[in-house]
């Protein structure tokens, strides 16, 4: 009762932040009356009403959601794997280290510009949200697996459990928070990246591309909606992923 | 074939914990080691698993399937009792089997909860079936009856009599109506400075 109490006064006092940010929007835009430098909220959500209408709305969304997401699942499936080998080869997590220290330090912008030389434009936005996400995920399985309860292992050891089962049953369940806190973390980052790899490589039929054509032909009200379309792109799938996930592990905790 | 310890050592640092330590495990019998606190008990068996290595000595005999009660239960925290059970179980081994064995300890209702909302006594019992339902020669275990109440340790001991078969088990324990109740050889360790001596002191069979 009590904490059901707290969670609605939190929910509220959410909402009260949000609305009194759009009032403070609609007021700024307002006195500054000048479109072209802080467009309204309202003048916002109607063109974020009449881009739904256009004929190349859903096919932008679609161009860019598939890339980006198909990087961060490689990212996902690569940086674990990766992991997973540097766990059980500490020679492999020597060789591995310069690669992860320069994706994780170089700027984002010159590995676009790298690729651009490299890479189509179809592979960019992915090429890009991969190699954000690898990183993120490979430090964060690789520490999972290495704070793995050395008891349970022996335990394992003592039984002679095999390696399929040692994952199900040991590895997995101990890696679930860093798992989740890692995917939560990148997928925000492969949008960003890949949603500026577009920008950058102006990739034809992407959301990208729209908001390149916002700043070329300056209007600041198309660079907000689509930016609320990506926002909401980013979190709705970051929950379902994040809903998949939890799911597919009460699924193996009834195994 | 008999486990047969000659002239065993180990050392933590400056610290020994065993040395010249001999002593024979009968196969296929029960044998309890006993013996005060820090005397060496449960690094002697974790030698005999493998999980800690000798300094000095011989072993011979240990075979190559085991199975454990570790003095911690040591079980999947998120996964049932069914599930703990079934992690170190061959294929062969049906559910029902393990639900029954499981429910023989009196485990009835609480086998399908995560064994992480279980009481001690009953993570303890998981463990202990756990190590039984295991294909192996060979069992150790720690203190296995360690948190459980008079009715349920005497419950839990015979269970254990009942299901051993012909497997050669060996008991760390501080509790003398254990060796009792469930016959076998005794080892007695003593700690005498830095050695420790064994003698066996009796045999209940």
Excluded at chain 2, 93 to 116: A, F, S, W
Aim: with cysteine.
């Amino acid at each position: 009762m009590m904490i059901s109490t707290i969670l609605n006064r939190n929910r509220i006092e959410k909402i009260a932040s949000v609305v009194f940010a759009l009032i403070v929007w609609q007021a700024s835009a307002m006195l500054i009356g000048e479109s072209l430098l802080l467009v309204t909220p309202i003048a916002v959500v109607k063109r974020l009403f009449s881009l739904f209408t256009e004929a190349d709305f859903f096919t932008s969304i679609g161009y860019s959601f598939l890339r980006i997401v198909a990087g961060f699942l490689i990212g996902l499936v690569a940086g674990s794997l990766m992991a997973a080998i540097a766990g059980k080869f500490h020679l492999a997590e020597i060789m591995f280290w310069p690669f992860i220290a320069t994706i994780k330090s170089v700027p984002v912008a010159s590995f676009i510009i790298l690729c651009l030389i490299w890479l189509s434009m179809g592979t960019l936005s992915s090429f890009i949200s991969f190699l954000m996400v690898l990183p993120i995920i490979y430090s964060n399985v690789l520490q999972g697996i290495k704070s793995t309860d050395k008891k349970l292992l022996e335990m394992a050891e003592v039984f002679r459990v095999g390696l399929f089962r040692r994952i199900v049953f040991i590895y997995m369940p101990q890696l679930k928070p860093y798992l989740i806190s890692a995917c939560s973390v990148a997928m925000g980052l492969a949008w960003k990246s890949g949603i500026a790899a577009e920008v950058i490589g102006v990739s034809n039929g992407s959301i990208g591309e729209k908001l390149y054509e916002a700043k070329i032909y300056y209007t600041t009200a198309d660079l907000f909606a689509w930016t609320v379309v990506i926002v909401v792109l980013s979190i709705g799938f970051e929950k379902l992923f994040l809903y998949v996930i939890k799911k597919f592990y009460a699924r193996l905790e009834r195994l | 074939m008999d486990i047969v310890i000659s002239d065993l050592s180990k050392s933590y640092g400056e610290k020994i914990v065993l040395e010249g330590f001999s002593a024979i495990i009968p196969e296929k019998k029960m044998t309890f080691i006993m013996g005060p606190s820090g005397c060496g008990k449960t690094t002697l068996i974790n030698i005999l698993m493998g999980l800690v290595d000798k300094d000095n000595g011989t072993i011979t005999g240990v075979p190559a399937r085991k199975s454990a009660v570790f003095q911690e239960d040591r079980l999947c925290e998120s996964f049932n009792a069914v599930s703990n059970v079934r992690l170190v179980c061959d294929n062969k081994v049906k559910n029902q089997e393990i639900i029954l064995n499981l429910e023989k300890i009196g485990l009835n209702d609480h086998m399908l909860k995560p064994v992480i909302e279980l009481s001690g006594g009953m993570r303890r019992r998981v463990a202990l079936v756990r190590a039984i339902m295991a294909g192996s020669d060979i069992i150790f275990m720690d203190e296995p009856f360690k948190g459980l109440d008079e009715k349920t340790k005497e419950k839990t001991m015979q269970y254990v009599a009942d299901n051993i078969g012909n497997k050669t088990v060996l008991i760390v324990t501080h509790d003398i109506d254990e060796a009792n109740f469930l016959g076998g050889k005794i080892i007695e360790m003593e700690h005498s400075g830095s050695v420790t001596y064994y003698n066996y002191n009796s045999s209940i069979d």
